[in-house]
Structures are given as C-alpha cells and as structure tokens.
C-alpha cells in the first residue's frame, strides 16, 4: 500500500540556520502532497501542499516541491526561527481511496 | 468559528471499560476521518466517512471499535472493553466534498487513558 516515510528526529537547529526535512513516499499513483505542522499543545494545521508533479507548496517561508522522479517532497526553509519549533508531519493522499497518510514526524527544536 | 470539534478532551478509564468520543466537523464537510496518534509517532488512520457512508475501515483496527456518522453530520467512536494498548490521542478531521485538495482540517483531539 501506500505509504510515507521522513527523517527521523529530533532535530535541533539554531537560530537562522538552514533547515531540511526529508519526505519520500511510495504510491500506486499520483497523489497529493502535504506537510502538517503541530505546534506544542496545538493540533494539526496544513502547512503548505502540492498537487501534482513539479508543484512547489510554500507557506511562512517553508517550501517544498513534489518530485516524481524521486517520489519526494523535502520540506526547506532557509532561516529557521524560534516559533518554527514543532512536529512537522508529512502526508499523501491517495488519488484512488481519498484516504490521507501520515509519516511518523520530525520533531524541531530551533534554540536562540 | 466552527473549527472541528471533539469531546470529551480527556478521559481516563479503566480497563474493560467503553468509551465513547464525539466529533462534530465543519459544517459543509462531506468527509469525516479518525485517526489515532500515539506519542512520538505520526497520526495513523482508522476509518473515514463520505456523508453517511463509512467508505473504508483500517485492517489494524480491530472489532472492539466502531464508528458511526448517522446524519451525515457528527461522528462518534466507541471503543468496547478498552486495553491499555488503547491508550493513545484520537484525532477527528473533515475534509470538503470530493474534488477538493484532500486538505483535512484537524480537531485538538481526544485523549484516551486507559488504567
């Protein structure tokens, strides 16, 4: 089936530094692409998507772009802020069940 | 705002008990979702709802849990004769009618413990 895999964590960054999330996905398809951000003591919220192959989501300075070739979605951002902390989770939906899966989470912790 | 709602936030159970969550979506969202999280890990999926229609249900979900959406509206999830095992944040989203993105906008949650 398909499925979604991340770089594990936790990372912890410093202020201003460059980060990358690395997202692959296995899929029968072509779904859609997402990446989710829970902040501490929040629930889920999108943090930007991309729909079909070449699409770059972006959304509070985080980008991302799908990549068919590679079946990939890596999250960037080029200056990481404190606010940026949280669990960041990336998702597919598969184009024939509607059904939206997770990976397990990269959690980030950006220190002053 | 109408954001998804879940409650109870909390319970905590005995083992052997049932529990019951509700979740009401946003109006106007025809796909309702279950998942399940536990710490450290990513939400996992148990079933979803298109209106009505319970459309799929996960294979690792086992018969003690059932979900029900009557009117197309709220959903509720019961969990019979709870493990220690079931202890985990079970989470409801809704998504808009089919066509959209598949963006699924989240409730804060339910947290299940079971003593």
């Known amino acids: 089936g398909d499925s979604v895999t991340q770089m594990e964590g936790p990372v912890t960054l410093s202020e201003e530094a460059f980060l990358t999330i690395n997202c692959t996905y296995t899929a029968t398809g072509y779904p859609s692409l997402f990446w989710y951000v829970q902040y501490p003591g929040e629930g889920l919220q999108l943090l930007l998507k991309?729909?079909?192959?070449?699409d770059k989501g972006s959304n509070k300075g985080f980008e991302a772009t799908y990549r068919k070739e590679t079946t990939s979605f890596h999250l960037e951002k080029g200056s990481v802020q404190v606010s940026d902390s949280a669990v960041y989770f990336c998702?597919?939906?598969?184009?024939?069940?509607?059904?939206?899966?997770f990976g397990p989470g990269t959690s980030l912790s950006v220190i002053p | 705002d109408t954001g998804v709602s879940q409650n109870p936030r909390h319970k905590i159970t005995k083992r052997g008990q049932n529990v019951t969550f509700r979740c009401d979506p946003i109006s106007e969202h025809n796909r309702l979702y279950w998942y399940r999280q536990t710490l450290g890990q990513g939400p996992e999926f148990l079933t979803y709802f298109q209106n009505e229609a319970q459309l799929e249900k996960s294979r690792l979900l086992s018969d003690r849990f059932s979900a029900e959406r009557p009117k197309g509206s709220f959903s509720t999830l019961e969990i019979q004769r709870t493990e220690q095992g079931d202890s985990a944040m079970y989470l409801c989203a809704s998504s808009p009618r089919v066509g959209s993105d598949g963006e699924l906008f989240f409730g804060e949650g339910s947290r299940l413990t079971v003593l």
């Open positions: 991309a729909t079909k192959a070449d």
């Open positions: 998702a597919s939906r598969e184009t024939s069940y509607d059904k939206v899966i």
